[in-house]
């Protein structure tokens, strides 16, 4: 079966203190993985999109990185303007279907 | 550039009741979604369109949910009848092409049914 598992699900970090959350996935036929940033009561906003296995994009203190089974959004000395929640989402197939993560809620503290 | 636009914002009305959504997908864009988000599932894509046509229904819980695009910068959720087990949050998105393309999403349609 066709899945996406964000983990963790809610992650709490200090200012300044780095991490990553996982995306790991098992899809047929992945055709590209997205990640998003959610704000509380407005949609998803788009980040990147990966398409191979070894891929890297960079945004400010984000970094997202793609393998065969997951993918990782590292994010460097946040700040709590980053605070959010971060979905990932790929694309399968060749019926091009969007599968969704849940989702990792993410709170900086100042 | 307006982004996909979506309303209401927000919407409660009585169990029984016929919701309908609106969306306007980004100028130029072929492809239509309409997603539900709530904390238990996450996102799940209901139903999607490609240069106005129903692509993929499957997503839709049962016959209560119907969803149109009678054009290229229009697009319809409806509901009927309502249910409290619908209330979530209602996403319209919309892209260039299905095929991998960034999605971008409008600010939602907030249901509460009771």
């Known amino acids: 079966e066709d899945q996406v598992t964000q983990s963790p699900e809610a992650l709490r970090l200090q200012e300044g203190e780095s991490s990553s959350l996982n995306c790991s996935y098992t899809?047929?036929?992945?055709?590209?993985l997205f990640w998003y940033r959610q704000d509380p009561g407005k949609g998803p906003e788009f980040l990147f999109t990966l398409y191979s296995a070894g891929e890297e994009k960079e945004k400010e203190r984000l970094k997202a990185t793609l393998t065969k089974k997951e993918s990782f959004l590292h994010i460097t000395a946040p700040k709590p303007e980053d605070s959010a929640t971060y979905l990932c989402?790929?694309?399968?197939?060749?019926?091009?279907?969007?599968?969704f993560g849940k989702g990792t809620r993410l709170h900086i503290l100042p | 550039d307006a982004g996909v636009i979506q309303s209401p914002r927000h919407e409660v009305t009585e169990m029984g009741q016929e919701v309908t959504l609106r969306c306007k997908p980004i100028?130029?864009?072929?492809?239509l979604f309409w997603y539900r988000q709530t904390m238990m599932r996450g996102l799940e894509l209901l139903i999607y369109?490609?240069?106005?046509?129903?692509?993929?229904d499957s997503g839709m819980p049962e016959d209560r949910f119907s969803a149109k695009m009678p054009n290229a910068s229009f697009s319809t959720l409806k509901i009927q009848p309502s249910e409290p087990r619908d209330s979530a949050v209602y996403f319209c998105?919309?892209?260039?092409?299905?095929?991998?393309?960034?999605?971008?999403f409008g600010e939602g349609s907030w249901l509460t049914v009771v």
């Open positions: 369109f490609n240069n106005n046509v129903p692509i993929d």
């Open positions: 899809v047929s036929g992945l055709r590209g």
């Open positions: 100028s130029g864009h072929n492809s």
């Open positions: 998105a919309s892209s260039m092409d299905p095929s991998g393309n960034t999605i971008y």
């Open positions: 989402a790929v694309v399968k197939g060749r019926d091009d279907k969007i599968i």
